[in-house]
């Protein structure tokens, strides 16, 4: 089985993502590590906790992270989740399981060493870039890094700025340059195409499945924070990652890239800036140093129906 380990802000869109992989018979969930973002962290702990039961397929360990990006103060999303970034439903069941001693960032450290892992990051990178810093030898250990965050033409939060990474837009441009490949699964990779809409959600009500009413309903707040918009759907950016790591199959669209994430500007914070530029050429700033390798696969677009249909 290909062992995966999953660091989320858990929401709704994620709590998707992780009954998804959990669920996926190739793959080993090893362990999930939580983050503050969509929620504050323990809450998206209990989330994670909780979603693992409704999973219904094994019990992997989940371990509490940072509570704060590296440098300013955590601003949450509860308008778009909820209070509890599970739809503010009150009928939800609460896991009766706890979350491990041991803190997040120490857990990434010592599942890096093992070598031969893949990341699945759904939410910001304070926790990843936290775990390189400390300890970037067994943060080596990880061969991929695919992770939700970045907007290719139009941003979620800024007007170029994803959510995941401008809530900690210096750990994750400390992530990108720390050498580890990264897919980024842009917001445009479900925003304005994957649509979940109500029929889709009366589809999955339909089969009786009770993690699939799960997933559905926890997007309850998603939905209407959509729908105050005149957007009678709502998309799922954190399972569209999820499908890029689990089912490359659905990837329509994507490039390489020398990406970095712009900390600097009042204007563009959060921004991902993608360098596309062939690299066998010089770079016009120092005419002297080569252009720096790609460090990146920007995935903006996915098979729309087929990735519905998973
Ligand atoms: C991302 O931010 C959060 O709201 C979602 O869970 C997703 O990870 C989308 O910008
Ligand atoms: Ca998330």
């Known amino acids: 089985k290909r062992p ?15 009954v998804l992989a959990l669920r996926d018979p190739a793959v080993e969930v090893l362990a999930i590590t939580t983050v503050a973002g969509n929620v504050g962290v323990e809450q998206a702990t209990q989330n994670a906790l909780m979603t693992i039961d409704y999973a219904e397929r094994g019990t992997p360990p989940v371990y ?12 949450s999303a509860e308008g778009v989740h909820g209070e509890d970034g599970m739809g503010d439903l009150g009928t939800l069941v609460p896991s009766a399981r706890l979350p491990e001693k041991e803190h997040a960032v120490d857990a990434l450290i010592a599942l890096g060493r093992r070598g031969g892992v893949e990341l ?22 990880y061969t991929r890094i695919t992770l939700m965050g970045g907007a290719y033409t139009k941003g979620n939060t800024g007007h170029l700025a994803e959510f995941n990474l401008w809530e ?8 990108f340059t720390f050498g580890v490949p990264i897919t980024m699964v842009t917001i445009e990779a479900c925003r304005d195409k994957a649509k979940i809409t109500r029929d889709d959600c009366a589809r999955i009500k339909a089969t009786g499945s009770r993690c699939g009413a799960f997933c559905v309903d926890c997007n309850r707040t998603l939905y209407e924070a959509s729908a105050r918009y005149g957007e009678p759907y709502f998309t799922l950016p954190d399972a569209a990652a999820a499908a890029v790591l689990l089912r490359p199959d659905l990837v329509a669209e994507q490039f390489d890239s020398y990406t970095r994430i712009e900390c600097q500007s009042e204007l ?13 050429r010089v770079g016009t700033a120092s005419k002297e140093s080569p252009l720096p390798p790609f460090n990146c696969r920007v995935v903006h677009r996915l098979e729309e129906r087929a990735f519905k249909e998973w």
Request: aromatic share 4%; with cysteine; glycine share 8%.
């Open 4 to 18: 995966i380990v999953i660091d989320t802000d858990t929401g709704s869109d994620d709590a998707v993502a992780l």
């Open 64 to 75: 509490q992270g940072c509570a704060k990006p590296l440098y300013h103060s955590h601003i």
């Open 120 to 141: 699945l990051a759904l939410g910001p990178l304070t926790n990843v870039a936290l775990a390189m810093m400390k300890d970037p030898e067994a943060m080596r250990g």
């Open 168 to 175: 900690d837009a210096e750990a994750a441009d400390y992530v």
């Open 268 to 280: 563009a914070y959060g921004a991902t800036v993608n360098d596309r530029r062939p690299r066998d």
